[in-house]
T-cell receptor, first 111, second 112 residues
Framework: DVKVTQSSRYLVKRTGEKVFLECVQD?????MFWYRQDPGLGLRLIYF???????EKGDIPEGYSVSREKKERFSLILESASTNQTSMYLC??????????FGSGTRLTVV | QKEVEQNSGPLSVPEGAIASLNCTYS??????FFWYRQYSGKSPELIMS????GDKEDGRFTAQLNKASQYVSLLIRDSQPSDSATYLC????????????FGKGTHLIIQP
C-alpha cells in the first residue's frame, strides 16, 4: 500500500513563526497536494505539484509556499504564521489518474 | 467555479438498512469521481472511484454516476455502526495533475 507520511501529528506555533510541514510518499507518485480542512468549509486545496521543482497554486495559496526538491517529498511553508492558519493540514499523493492517498494529517494551532 | 454539493446531514439510518448518499457537481467537464470516508479526527480514506455512467459495486458499496444529470451517489448496503462517518464526494475535472474538488461531506449515523 502507498504510504504518505506527515512529519507531525500535532503542532503548536506562535504568531509570526516560520512553519514547515513535511510530507513524504513512498510509491513514486508524480502528483502531490496540500489541503487544509476546517469545520463548515471542507477541504480546500492550497498548492499542488506534478513534478520535481514544479508547483501550482490551488484555491487558497495566500500566506503559503511550497517546495518539492525530490519526487517523494512535498513541503508546505507558512512564512509568517497567523492565527487564521490554525487548521488541519492534509497532504495527499497520487499517480496521474485515480484517487488520492492522504497522510494522517497535521493539526496546527497558531497562538 | 467548480462546485461539489452534498447534504451535510446528519443522515440517520438503522443498522442493516441501505444508506444513500448523494452528490451533485457543477462542471460538465468532470471526468473522475471519488467517494472518501472520514472518521472523526482521522484523514479521508478512498472507498470508491467511478469514471463512467452507471453503477460500480465493491462489496457493500455501490457508486452510481449520471453525467447527464451531473449526479453521483453512494449506496451502502447492510449498514453497520462502523459505517458511521463523514462521507466526502470528490470530483476531478480533466485528467492528470489537477487537484480534486471536494464536497463538504455528509455525516452518516448508523443507529444500532
Amino acid at each position: 500500500d502507498v504510504k504518505v507520511t506527515q512529519s507531525s501529528r500535532y503542532l503548536v506555533k506562535r504568531t509570526g513563526e516560520k512553519v514547515f510541514l513535511e510530507c513524504v510518499q513512498d510509491m513514486d507518485h508524480e502528483n502531490m497536494f496540500w489541503y487544509r480542512q476546517d469545520p463548515g468549509l471542507g477541504l480546500r486545496l492550497i498548492y499542488f505539484s506534478y513534478d520535481v521543482k514544479m508547483k501550482e497554486k490551488g484555491d487558497i495559496p495566500e500566506g503559503y509556499s511550497v517546495s518539492r526538491e525530490k519526487k517523494e517529498r512535498f513541503s508546505l511553508i507558512l512564512e509568517s504564521a497567523s492565527t487564521n492558519q490554525t487548521s488541519m493540514y492534509l497532504c495527499a499523493s497520487r499517480r496521474q489518474t485515480g484517487g488520492y492517498t492522504f497522510g494522517s494529517g497535521t493539526r496546527l494551532t497558531v497562538v | 467555479q467548480k462546485e461539489v454539493e452534498q447534504n451535510s446531514g446528519p443522515l440517520s439510518v438503522p443498522e442493516g438498512a441501505i444508506a444513500s448518499l448523494n452528490c451533485t457537481y457543477s462542471d460538465r467537464g468532470s471526468q473522475s469521481f471519488f467517494w472518501y470516508r472520514q472518521y472523526s479526527g482521522k484523514s479521508p480514506e478512498l472507498i470508491m472511484s467511478i469514471y463512467s455512467n452507471g453503477d460500480k459495486e465493491d462489496g457493500r458499496f455501490t457508486a452510481q454516476l449520471n453525467k447527464a444529470s451531473q449526479y453521483v451517489s453512494l449506496l451502502i448496503r447492510d449498514s453497520q455502526p462502523s459505517d458511521s462517518a463523514t462521507y466526502l464526494c470528490a470530483v476531478n475535472v480533466g485528467g492528470g495533475a489537477d487537484g480534486l474538488t471536494f464536497g463538504k461531506g455528509t455525516h452518516l449515523i448508523i443507529q444500532p
